[in-house]
C-alpha cells in the first residue's frame, strides 16, 4: 500500500512541478518580492496538502504563534525535503541557504533563482562561509528572514551530527532573533527511500532566542538543546545520548 501511495504522490509531484514551472515562472520575475513569493509558494502549499492527502500523513504543527511580527534567523534541524518545502511557508518571504547545485535542476531550481536565496559552492569553504555571513546580515536587513540547516546536511532520524554556528554569528550580528525549529519528518519522509510513511507528522516552533548581547555560542547551544529537547519528544526513532562525531572542521550549513 505505501508502495502504491508513493507512485500516486510522486506522479502529482512531478505534474505540479511542470504545470508550476509552465504557468508560474514567466511572470515571477515581473513581481515584486514579496508577490513572487506567494506566486511560487503555490507550489509548495500543493505539495503539503498532496502528501497528507496521497500518503496518510496527519500534521501536527505548534508553536506557529510564537513567530516574531519581523525578520529572524529560522534554525532547524534536517532530515529530507519535506521541511524545505514546508519552511518556506512557515514565515514568508524566507531565504533559504542552500547548496547551488540546487540551481541547476530544471524548473524547481529556476524557481530557486528567483527567491533570492544563498547558495554556496561547498568546493570552497572558506568563500562559502564568507559568504552566508554576509549575505545573510544584508538579506536581514532588506526585511527577509533566514532559513538556515546548521546541521549542514540530512541526517537520518535517531542520528545526530555537530551543529554549525554561522545562523546564530548572523543573528548576533545583526541583532536579530533566532527561531528554533523541531521536526520529524524524516519518519514519513525518508531522505534515502521514496516510500513514504503514512502517521504523525509533527513541527514544533520554539520561543525565539534573543541574540542582543550573547555570544553566537551561547546562542547556538541554547538553540541546540532546545531542538535535541524536543526531539528526543517527538521522535518515534530514539535519539542519541551524546554520540555526536567529534568535529572535523567546521562544515557548511544548508
Same mark, same amino acid.
Given at each position: 500500500m505505501n508502495v502504491i501511495r508513493s507512485t500516486v504522490?510522486?506522479?502529482?509531484?512531478?505534474?505540479?512541478?511542470?504545470?508550476c514551472g509552465v504557468l508560474f515562472l514567466p511572470p515571477a520575475p515581473f513581481l515584486?518580492?514579496?508577490? #513572487?513569493?506567494?506566486?511560487?509558494?503555490?507550489?509548495?502549499?500543493?505539495?503539503?496538502? $498532496?502528501?497528507?492527502?496521497? &500518503? @496518510?500523513? #496527519?500534521?501536527?504543527?505548534?508553536?506557529?504563534? !510564537?513567530l516574531p511580527d519581523g525578520p529572524c534567523v529560522l534554525l532547524a534541524n534536517h532530515q529530507c525535503e519535506w521541511e524545505t518545502v514546508y519552511?518556506?511557508?512557515?514565515?514568508? %518571504?524566507? &531565504?533559504?541557504?542552500? +547548496?547551488?547545485?540546487?540551481?541547476?535542476?530544471?524548473?524547481?531550481g529556476w524557481g530557486l533563482r528567483l527567491l533570492h536565496p544563498i547558495a554556496l559552492d561547498r568546493s570552497k569553504p572558506a568563500r562559502a562561509m564568507k559568504q552566508v555571513l554576509t549575505q545573510g546580515k544584508q538579506r536581514l536587513e532588506e526585511g527577509l528572514s533566514?532559513?538556515?540547516?546548521?546541521?549542514?546536511?540530512?541526517?537520518?532520524? @535517531?542520528? !545526530?551530527?555537530?551543529?554549525? +554556528?554561522? @545562523?546564530?554569528?548572523?543573528a548576533c550580528r545583526a541583532?536579530?532573533?533566532?527561531? %528554533?525549529?523541531?521536526?520529524?519528518?524524516?519518519?514519513? $519522509?525518508?531522505?534515502?527511500? $521514496?516510500?513514504? #510513511? %503514512? @502517521?504523525?507528522?509533527?513541527?514544533?516552533?520554539g520561543e525565539p532566542i534573543e541574540t542582543v548581547g550573547r555570544s553566537?555560542?551561547?546562542?547556538?547551544?541554547?538553540?541546540?538543546?532546545?531542538?535535541?529537547?524536543?526531539l528526543a519528544e517527538i521522535s518515534e526513532v530514539p535519539r542519541p545520548r551524546d554520540e555526536r562525531?567529534? %568535529?572535523?572542521?567546521?562544515t557548511l550549513p544548508g
Open positions: 504522490f510522486y506522479i502529482g509531484y512531478f505534474l505540479a512541478m511542470l504545470i515584486p518580492l514579496a508577490s #513572487r513569493y506567494r506566486l511560487l509558494n503555490l507550489y509548495n502549499h500543493f505539495i503539503i496538502a $498532496w502528501f497528507r492527502l496521497v &500518503c @496518510g500523513v #496527519r500534521y501536527d504543527v505548534r508553536g506557529r504563534e !510564537r519552511l518556506q511557508l512557515l514565515k514568508p %518571504p524566507v &531565504c533559504t541557504v542552500l +547548496k547551488k547545485e540546487l540551481l541547476n535542476i530544471p524548473i524547481f533566514v532559513l538556515i540547516f546548521p546541521e549542514g546536511t540530512r541526517v537520518e532520524p @535517531g542520528q !545526530r551530527r555537530r551543529y554549525n +554556528k554561522s @545562523g546564530a554569528v548572523i541583532g536579530m532573533p533566532v527561531v %528554533p525549529v523541531a521536526h520529524n519528518a524524516g519518519e514519513r $519522509w525518508p531522505g534515502r527511500h $521514496w516510500v513514504k #510513511r %503514512p @502517521g504523525r507528522l509533527t513541527l514544533v516552533v553566537a555560542e551561547e546562542v547556538l547551544a541554547e538553540t541546540e538543546a532546545w531542538i535535541e529537547a524536543q562525531p567529534a %568535529p572535523d572542521g567546521e
